[in-house]
């Protein structure tokens, strides 16, 4: 069975892109959205981030980062994440504003407020088609070592959700067994198109 997946974070673009960079790699049908009001990418300080809007190509963010400190944003990995971005897509999306363009059969999300933003968002659709979509969180601390792992055990859950020709028959099978096998806990909820 083949399903159309969105991977959807807050406003740093590195846990969503690198799940969609993987499946992609793998020949899923995905796409990435953030949630946020902008794209924020670490700056100088905590206080000092980079702020783009949604819809700047990452091509320009690389550009201007490495024009701003490219010693800084080589070291804390930001112009490898950017180079990765520039690969898999354009310029990010905000959930809010593109994800009506299509259907999806799952959502998944990196962190819990994120999940909350999505849920509340496909709740609050006219629902018109009566068609399913899986909205999973699998928590993912925002950082490159974090977003590699949580690629890959996005990886393995879409696998294992592809596998299966009913995943409303099997969900909560297959939610149990992916916690057991990977200690991480799930949470997912069923909306509807």
Known sequence: MKLRYAMVCSSNQNRSMEAHALLKR?????????????VKLPGPSLREPNVYDFGTPYKHMLEDLRRKDPELYRRNGILTMLKRNVAVKL?????QENAADGTFDVVLTF????????????HNRNHVLFKPVLVINLEV??????????GRLAL???QELEGNENWEDVIDDLVINFERQNNRKLLYSISFY
């Open 141 to 150: 601390k925002d950082n490159h070592e974090e977003a590699a792992i949580g």
């Open 156 to 158: 393995q859950l879409c």
């Open 26 to 38: 793998e020949g899923f049908d995905v796409s990435s959205y953030g949630t946020g009001q902008h």
């Open 111 to 122: 962190e819990e407020k994120v999940f909350d933003m999505v849920v509340e968002d496909l």
């Open 91 to 95: 310029a990010p999306q905000r959930w």
